[in-house]
């Protein structure tokens, strides 16, 4: 039988760019650089697939550790490329179901 308890680990990475939480479970959410309100939406939700190659399974979810030196590299890359218009809004909300940009 499976587990439904099973935890999902979310860790936050504060960039100059923005704030993103990678999740476990297969995504991230992006949010404004600045102290995160409780229950607030993200800006921005990606897939584990948008961190590129070496963080993310062939079921698309994370697989190396969520204190490890790749996913830090990884966010930080996308951050740099993206992490600025997640927030602005030009990318859409990701895997939400908006159109993303």
Same mark, same amino acid.
């Given at each position: 039988?499976? %587990?439904?308890?099973?935890?999902?680990?979310?860790?936050?990475?504060?960039?100059? %760019?923005?704030?993103?939480?990678?999740?476990? %479970?297969?995504?991230?959410?992006?949010?404004?650089?600045?102290?995160?309100?409780?229950?607030?939406?993200?800006?921005?939700?990606?897939?584990?697939?948008?961190?590129?190659?070496?963080?993310?399974?062939?079921?698309?979810?994370?697989?190396?550790?969520?204190?490890?030196?790749?996913? %830090?590299?990884?966010?930080?890359?996308?951050?740099?490329?993206?992490?600025?218009?997640?927030?602005?809004?030009?990318?859409?909300?990701?895997?939400?179901?908006?159109?993303?940009?």
């Amino acid at each position: 039988m499976a %587990d439904w308890t099973a935890l999902v680990a979310r860790k936050p990475f504060l960039t100059a %760019d923005a704030l993103i939480v990678v999740s476990t %479970d297969g995504y991230f959410d992006v949010f404004a650089p600045a102290v995160r309100p409780p229950n607030a939406k993200p800006l921005y939700r990606g897939a584990i697939a948008e961190l590129g190659n070496t963080v993310r399974g062939g079921d698309d979810r994370l697989t190396v550790r969520p204190d490890s030196p790749t996913l %830090d590299a990884a966010v930080a890359v996308w951050s740099r490329a993206h992490g600025a218009a997640a927030v602005r809004g030009e990318m859409g909300a990701g895997r939400d179901g908006a159109k993303v940009a």
